[in-house]
C-alpha cells in the first residue's frame, strides 16, 4: 500500500473547512431565489411550501457533501507511521477525533432533515417558513457543538502541503543535530534538494527531501529541524517532525556536530540531542559525523573524538559540508550500514556516486 501511494496529499485529500465559512454559504443559500418546476407554480401555497423545501434540501446537500470529505478520510491507523505522527503534530492528536464526531454530525444532520423534510411538505407556507429557519438553525448549532475541532484543518492541510513524498521501500539518509551545525548545507551539497541555509536557528522548520541518483536506484536524504538539548515530552512542534522521522522511517541517521570552538552550541550540549537519537533508533543506527573540520584546531578533534569514543562511537567521520571535503565518503559509509542494517544490497550502485 504505502510503495504504491507514497504522498500523504494523495492519501489525505482534505480541504480546510471552517464553521465560519460554512455558515456563511448556509446563509447565502437560504436567501438565494430558488426556481420551482412549472408544474406547481400554478398553485401559489404549494409553490412557497417547496421553495423552502428546496433551500433547505440545498442545505442539506452542501453541508453532508463538506463534511463527507472528513468523514472519509484515513484514520491514523491506517497511515504509515511517519505520516501519521506527522498529522497527530498538525492537529494536536485531534485528528482522528474529527474524523468520528464528523461521521456522527452527519447522521445527526441526515435525521434532522428527514424529520424536517415531512414536516415542510405537510405545512402551510407561513408553517414552511418557520420551520425551514429552524432547521438552519439546528443544523448551524449541531455543527457548532459537534465540530468544534474543524479550526485543525488548516494546520493539518498546510502540513500535507509541505510534507515531501515518501518511498518507504528505498534508502533513506536522516541528517540530524541540533541547529546550526551544518544539516542543510550537507543535504543541499549531497541531494538535489535545495534547503534554506541561514545564520539564524531553526531555519529549517519542515522535513526536507532529496535525492541523490545512483542510475538504478535513488537514495532519499531528509533534513530535518534541528533538535535542541531536552527530552522528548519538552520538545515543540518543529522539533517532534525530526523525532517522527527518526523514528517511523527505515534508516541511517547521520548526526552531525559543530566542534569549532565559535560553535552556536557548546560541544557538551550537543552532545544531548544525540543521546535521544540514540535512545528512539539505537546506536547502530546512527553515523557521528564532525562537520566543519576546515575550521577545528586538532587539538579540538582529539579531545572530542575521545570523548565520542568513550561513548561506543569508535567510527566518526570528518567532513566539511561546505567544501565537500569527504561527504562522497560519508555516503558511501552511510549505505553500506545501511545494506548491514536491513539485509539489502544497494552498495553494489555505488560505482554511480558522484558528488
Given at each position: 500500500?504505502?510503495?504504491?501511494?507514497?504522498?500523504?496529499?494523495?492519501?489525505?485529500?482534505?480541504?480546510?473547512?471552517?464553521?465560519?465559512?460554512?455558515?456563511?454559504?448556509?446563509?447565502?443559500?437560504?436567501?438565494?431565489?430558488?426556481?420551482?418546476?412549472?408544474?406547481?407554480?400554478?398553485?401559489?401555497?404549494?409553490?412557497?411550501?417547496?421553495?423552502?423545501?428546496?433551500?433547505?434540501?440545498?442545505?442539506?446537500?452542501?453541508?453532508?457533501?463538506?463534511?463527507?470529505?472528513?468523514?472519509?478520510?484515513?484514520?491514523?491507523?491506517?497511515?504509515?507511521?511517519?505520516?501519521?505522527?506527522?498529522?497527530?503534530?498538525?492537529?494536536?492528536?485531534?485528528?482522528?477525533?474529527?474524523?468520528?464526531?464528523?461521521?456522527?454530525?452527519?447522521?445527526?444532520?441526515?435525521?434532522?432533515?428527514?424529520?424536517?423534510?415531512?414536516?415542510?411538505?405537510?405545512?402551510?407556507?407561513?408553517?414552511?417558513?418557520?420551520?425551514?429557519?429552524?432547521?438552519?438553525?439546528?443544523?448551524?448549532?449541531?455543527?457548532?457543538?459537534?465540530?468544534?475541532?474543524?479550526?485543525?484543518?488548516?494546520?493539518?492541510?498546510?502540513?500535507?502541503?509541505?510534507?515531501?513524498?515518501?518511498?518507504?521501500?528505498?534508502?533513506?539518509?536522516?541528517?540530524?543535530?541540533?541547529?546550526?551545525?551544518?544539516?542543510?548545507?550537507?543535504?543541499?551539497?549531497?541531494?538535489?534538494?535545495?534547503?534554506?541555509?541561514?545564520?539564524?536557528?531553526?531555519?529549517?522548520?519542515?522535513?526536507?527531501?532529496?535525492?541523490?541518483?545512483?542510475?538504478?536506484?535513488?537514495?532519499?536524504?531528509?533534513?530535518?529541524?534541528?533538535?535542541?538539548?531536552?527530552?522528548?515530552?519538552?520538545?515543540?512542534?518543529?522539533?517532534?517532525?525530526?523525532?517522527?522521522?527518526?523514528?517511523?522511517?527505515?534508516?541511517?541517521?547521520?548526526?552531525?556536530?559543530?566542534?569549532?570552538?565559535?560553535a552556536y552550541y557548546?560541544?557538551?550540549?550537543?552532545?544531548?540531542?544525540?543521546?535521544?537519537?540514540?535512545?528512539?533508533?539505537?546506536?547502530?543506527?546512527?553515523?557521528?559525523?564532525?562537520?566543519?573540520?576546515?575550521?577545528?584546531?586538532?587539538?579540538?578533534?582529539?579531545?572530542?573524538?575521545?570523548?565520542?569514543?568513550?561513548?561506543?562511537?569508535?567510527?566518526?567521520?570528518?567532513?566539511?559540508?561546505?567544501?565537500?571535503?569527504?561527504?562522497?565518503?560519508?555516503?558511501?559509509?552511510?549505505?553500506?550500514?545501511?545494506?548491514?542494517?536491513?539485509?539489502?544490497?544497494?552498495s553494489q550502485f555505488?560505482?554511480?556516486?558522484?558528488?
Amino acid at each position: 500500500m504505502y510503495g504504491e501511494h507514497r504522498c500523504l496529499s494523495n492519501l489525505v485529500k482534505i480541504r480546510a473547512v471552517t464553521y465560519d465559512g460554512l455558515r456563511r454559504e448556509v446563509l447565502n443559500i437560504f436567501t438565494k431565489r430558488v426556481e420551482v418546476p412549472r408544474s406547481v407554480r400554478g398553485d401559489p401555497s404549494k409553490s412557497k411550501v417547496l421553495v423552502y423545501l428546496l433551500k433547505c434540501e440545498k442545505i442539506y446537500q452542501y453541508i453532508a457533501t463538506n463534511l463527507g470529505y472528513i468523514a472519509r478520510l484515513p484514520k491514523t491507523e491506517n497511515l504509515h507511521g511517519f505520516y501519521a505522527e506527522l498529522i497527530n503534530i498538525a492537529s494536536k492528536n485531534m485528528y482522528d477525533e474529527l474524523i468520528v464526531n464528523t461521521s456522527i454530525s452527519i447522521k445527526i444532520l441526515t435525521n434532522l432533515w428527514s424529520r424536517y423534510r415531512r414536516a415542510i411538505l405537510n405545512s402551510t407556507p407561513t408553517e414552511a417558513k418557520k420551520l425551514a429557519q429552524e432547521f438552519v438553525g439546528r443544523t448551524l448549532s449541531t455543527i457548532r457543538r459537534k465540530m468544534r475541532m474543524l479550526n485543525i484543518l488548516d494546520d493539518i492541510v498546510k502540513t500535507i502541503k509541505v510534507t515531501p513524498c515518501i518511498d518507504f521501500e528505498n534508502p533513506i539518509i536522516i541528517v540530524s543535530g541540533m541547529p546550526q551545525v551544518g544539516k542543510s548545507t550537507l543535504v543541499g551539497r549531497i541531494s538535489t534538494a535545495k534547503p534554506l541555509v541561514s545564520p539564524y536557528p531553526f531555519t529549517t522548520k519542515n522535513i526536507i527531501l532529496g535525492h541523490i541518483d545512483l542510475g538504478y536506484i535513488k537514495i532519499q536524504v531528509i533534513d530535518t529541524p534541528g533538535l535542541l538539548d531536552r527530552g522528548i515530552d519538552e520538545m515543540n512542534e518543529i522539533e517532534r517532525k525530526a523525532i517522527a522521522a527518526l523514528k517511523h522511517l527505515n534508516s541511517v541517521a547521520l548526526y552531525l556536530f559543530d566542534p569549532t570552538p565559535e560553535a552556536y552550541y557548546t560541544f557538551e550540549r550537543q552532545l544531548v540531542p544525540l543521546k535521544t537519537v540514540e535512545q528512539l533508533i539505537g546506536k547502530e543506527k546512527v553515523i557521528v559525523v564532525f562537520n566543519k573540520i576546515d575550521k577545528v584546531p586538532r587539538e579540538y578533534l582529539l579531545k572530542y573524538k575521545e570523548a565520542l569514543e568513550g561513548q561506543g562511537y569508535s567510527d566518526i567521520v570528518l567532513i566539511s559540508a561546505l567544501h565537500g571535503i569527504n561527504v562522497e565518503e560519508l555516503i558511501k559509509k552511510s549505505i553500506k550500514k545501511y545494506d548491514e542494517l536491513y539485509h539489502t544490497n544497494y552498495s553494489q550502485f555505488l560505482q554511480h556516486i558522484h558528488i
